[in-house]
């Protein structure tokens, strides 16, 4: 079955410093990788999928993710974090026709 | 933009009670989820529904819990007899039926807390 793994279940970074949030699968067939988002009391908020196309995908709010084969991962970047962009983020996988499956999620701080 | 809908927001039961959560799925989508959040804790996967049929569930969604879909709009969630740790956030989300996609929309969530 296919799973995901986020290092660090908290980071906190500066403003307008490079936030980098990581995530690495497992899966024995061609993935489906995404990342959500969820700020405080709301629901999971789609950033960015991907789906077998380009491997380098760009979301919202300036987020984009790698998707690295020979690493297994799909780690989140940005370049320069805003405030807002306090919240949880969650990695999810999922293969075709199977249901999502997400990690533990990663709470971003970002410092004034 | 399309959302799905779900009912109550907040729902606070006695333990032992019977629950229903609600939920309005995006209209053309045809595969229905729950989800669960524990506070603090990571979404936990519940139940998956395709066709008027559960089409996968997770351990924790054992005989206390069950879905229907009663009519052409609604997907609910019920917990019977509920219990001190099924208090949480329950998601709801769906999907259409394109090839690859995969990618489920979600609800703002229903936080049930039992007492």
């Known amino acids: 079955a296919q799973s995901v793994t986020q290092l660090g279940s908290h980071v906190s970074v500066s403003e307008g410093a490079l936030v980098l949030l990581r995530c690495n699968y497992s899966s024995s067939v061609p993935p489906y990788l995404f990342w959500y988002v969820q700020y405080p009391n709301q629901g999971l908020q789609l950033l960015l999928k991907?789906?077998?196309?380009?491997?380098l995908v760009k979301g919202i709010n300036g987020f984009e993710a790698e998707f690295k084969k020979s690493e297994t991962s799909f780690h989140l970047t940005k370049p320069s974090a805003h405030m807002s962009d306090a919240a949880e983020y969650f990695c999810?996988?999922?293969?075709?026709?199977?249901?999502?499956?997400f990690g533990a999620g990663t709470r971003l701080t970002v410092k004034p | 933009e399309p959302e799905v809908t779900q009912t109550p927001s907040h729902q606070v039961t006695q333990m032992g009670q019977e629950v229903i959560l609600r939920c309005v799925p995006i209209?053309?989508?045809?595969?229905f989820y729950w989800y669960r959040q524990i506070l603090g804790q990571k979404v936990e996967f519940l139940v998956s529904f395709y066709n008027n049929e559960i089409s996968e569930k997770s351990e924790i969604f054992d005989d206390q819990f069950s879905v229907e879909r009663p009519d052409g709009s609604n997907f609910t969630l019920k917990i019977r007899s509920t219990k001190l740790e099924d208090s949480a956030m329950y998601f709801c989300?769906?999907?259409?039926?394109?090839?690859?996609?995969?990618?489920?929309?979600f609800g703002a969530g229903s936080r049930l807390t039992v007492l």
């Open positions: 999810a996988v999922s293969v075709e026709n199977n249901d999502m499956r």
């Open positions: 989300a769906s999907r259409d039926r394109e090839a690859g996609a995969n990618v489920l929309t």
């Open positions: 991907y789906t077998s196309a380009a491997t």
């Open positions: 209209s053309n989508h045809l595969y």
